[in-house]
C-alpha cells in the first residue's frame, strides 16, 4: 500500500510513499495559509523539525485513546530526516505549490506508486483518495481507520482551484480535515494530485441531513482542490532522483529544506 499517516505534535495528515524513502504531502500542513510571505527565514522557523514529525506506513490502523488497534492492522513508524517545501507555495501566498516532501531516516522500498506525466490535467472521470481524516458519518473512525472515496473530477470552476490545481465535485462525497496532503490516484496507483483544500465536511454533511428531511436534493459545493503533480516533476524529481515517473529532462523548482 501507497498511503501514509503523518502525525507531529497533535497534527495529522495524509501522505504518499514515491520511492523507497520519500512521502508526498501537501505543504499546508506544516505551513498555514494565514502564515505565509516570502521571507524564507521565517519561514523557516515556523516549519515543524523533521526529528519531530512522525511517518505511520503500511497500516489501515492508528491507533489512539481509547480506540487501539489490532498489532496486525498497525503501520511501522518511521522516523523523518529532512522536510522539503516547493518555495511557490510560500511566495504565491500559499495558494498554488501546495507540495512538500518528507525524506525518512530509513530505507522502505519502493511501494508502486507512480506520478502522471501529463501536463494536460484531467476535468473527467473517476478517481480516488485515501486517509484518516474526520468521518462525520462515522467519527470513531476520524484519525483511527484508513478509508477510501471515489470522487469525480470536474473542470475547476472560475472561484475554485489555481493554475495546477485538479477539482473534483462536493455533493455527497469528500474529503475532510486530516487527509490533506493524501493522493488523488486511479485504479493503478498513478498519482494525480495532492488533496490541498475543499469545503468542510461537516459542512456538507449537515446539509445532507436538513435536505433529506425536507426531501431536497443535495446542494453541489465549491469543489475539492488538489495540486496536479505532473506540473511540478520539477520539484520531485529533483529531490527524489531516479524514478520510473520521472523524465529525462525537466526544469529545476526552488524548494526550502529544513
Request: net charge negative; hydrophobic share 35%; proline share 3%.
Amino acid at each position: 500500500m501507497i498511503e501514509v499517516l503523518i502525525t507531529w505534535s497533535d497534527k495529522i495528515c495524509g501522505g504518499t510513499i514515491i520511492s523507497d524513502r520519500y512521502i508526498l504531502t501537501a505543504a499546508h500542513c506544516f505551513l498555514k495559509r494565514e502564515n505565509c510571505n516570502d521571507d524564507e527565514s521565517s519561514i523557516k522557523a515556523l516549519l515543524p523539525p523533521p526529528n519531530k514529525i512522525q511517518v505511520y506506513i503500511e497500516g489501515i490502523c492508528y491507533s489512539k485513546e481509547g480506540a487501539p488497534c489490532e498489532k496486525k492492522d498497525e503501520g511501522k513508524v518511521i522516523a523523518a530526516t529532512s522536510l522539503h517545501i516547493l518555495t511557490e507555495y510560500y511566495t504565491k501566498k500559499c495558494t498554488s505549490g501546495d507540495l512538500a516532501i518528507i525524506e525518512l531516516a530509513d530505507v522502505i522500498g519502493d511501494h508502486g506508486a507512480k506520478l502522471s506525466t501529463n501536463p494536460e490535467l484531467p476535468q473527467t472521470g473517476k478517481l480516488m483518495v485515501s486517509g484518516f481524516g474526520y468521518d462525520p458519518i462515522e467519527e470513531a473512525a476520524t484519525s483511527h481507520l484508513l478509508k477510501t472515496v471515489t470522487l469525480t473530477v470536474q473542470k475547476c470552476q472560475n472561484d475554485r482551484g489555481y493554475s495546477d490545481s485538479i477539482c473534483t465535485e462536493e455533493i455527497d462525497k469528500d474529503v475532510c480535515e486530516g487527509d490533506s496532503g493524501g493522493a488523488l490516484v486511479d485504479e493503478k496507483n498513478v498519482i494525480y494530485g495532492v488533496v490541498s483544500g475543499g469545503t468542510s465536511c461537516k459542512t456538507i454533511h449537515t446539509s445532507m441531513l436538513n435536505r433529506e428531511s425536507d426531501k431536497q436534493d443535495y446542494k453541489k459545493w465549491n469543489g475539492g482542490v488538489f495540486t496536479a503533480v505532473s506540473l511540478h516533476l520539477g520539484f520531485i524529481c529533483e529531490i527524489i532522483g531516479v524514478f520510473e515517473s520521472c523524465p529525462g529532462t525537466f526544469t529545476k523548482e526552488p524548494f526550502l529544506t529544513v
